[in-house]
């Protein structure tokens, strides 16, 4: 079964520190890669997403990811965090490619807190 | 505005009950999903619907039952057969699943937080 890993449960950054979180996957075939973010008393909502080309992805508020290949990983990454950037944060794997449906494997999340 | 929404927030439940939660969209989606989130596990997927009438179930179905009736409402029930009912329960929709990409992202309601005393 394809399984996703995040290995940070729980991050503390000071302002303006650079941000990375790790994520790797299990599944040998073509996946589509996402990163979602739960803001405290928020939605789940799309930061980023790998589906093809360019392995480097930009998404919104400044983040990005890169996907490579060989490692399995899709790490997410920041320059300078900002406060308001404490959230959860969930990587995501569709294993469903190629299939017609799109079923999401989610990591545990990895709950940031940037203090001020 | 366009969005999906659960009712309720919070829902409140004796032991034994079934308890049947909310979900409605207004994006036109054709996909339609139910996960539950409990701390330190992520997101696990409970039935999806790719198409109206149809439903097919998640890797924690059991205890739980959907219907999809209409494109836009996908209740889920909780029944007293789930053992441990108390969770985050979060819809999803996404649209064009059956372009065979699979690449369709998934937009979430603001959940429903079920506790059953």
């Known amino acids: 079964a394809q399984s996703v890993s995040q290995h940070n449960h729980h991050v503390i950054l000071s302002e303006a520190a650079s941000l990375e979180l790790g994520c790797n996957y299990s599944?040998?075939?073509?996946?589509?890669l996402f990163w979602y973010v739960q803001y405290p008393g928020q939605h789940l909502q799309l930061l980023l997403k790998?589906?093809?080309?360019?392995?480097l992805v930009k998404g919104i508020k400044g983040f990005e990811a890169e996907f490579i290949k060989s490692k399995f990983s899709f790490n997410l990454r920041k320059p300078s965090v900002q406060w308001s950037d404490t959230a959860e944060y969930f990587c995501?794997?569709?294993?469903?490619?190629?299939?017609?449906?799109?079923?999401?494997?989610f990591g545990t999340g990895t709950r940031l807190l940037v203090s001020p | 505005d366009g969005g999906i929404t659960q009712s309720p927030k919070y829902l409140f439940r004796k032991e034994g009950q079934n308890v049947t939660l909310s979900c409605e969209q207004n994006?036109?989606?054709?996909?339609m999903y139910w996960y539950r989130q409990d701390p330190g596990q992520g997101l696990r997927l409970i039935y999806y619907?790719?198409?109206?009438?149809?439903?097919q179930k998640g890797d924690i179905a059991e205890g739980y039952s959907v219907s999809r009736e209409k494109k836009e409402s996908f209740p889920l029930t909780v029944t007293s057969a789930q053992k441990n009912p108390t969770a985050f329960y979060l819809c999803?929709?996404?649209?064009?699943?059956?372009?065979?990409?699979?690449?369709?992202?998934?937009?979430f309601g603001p959940g429903t937080r079920l506790t059953v005393l």
């Open positions: 994006l036109n989606h054709d996909a």
């Open positions: 619907s790719q198409i109206v009438n149809d439903f």
């Open positions: 599944y040998g075939g073509t996946v589509n």
């Open positions: 999803a929709s996404s649209i064009d699943i059956g372009t065979g990409r699979g690449t369709d992202t998934q937009y």
């Open positions: 995501a794997v569709n294993a469903g490619v190629n299939t017609g449906f799109q079923k999401l494997v």
């Open positions: 790998y589906f093809s080309g360019d392995p």
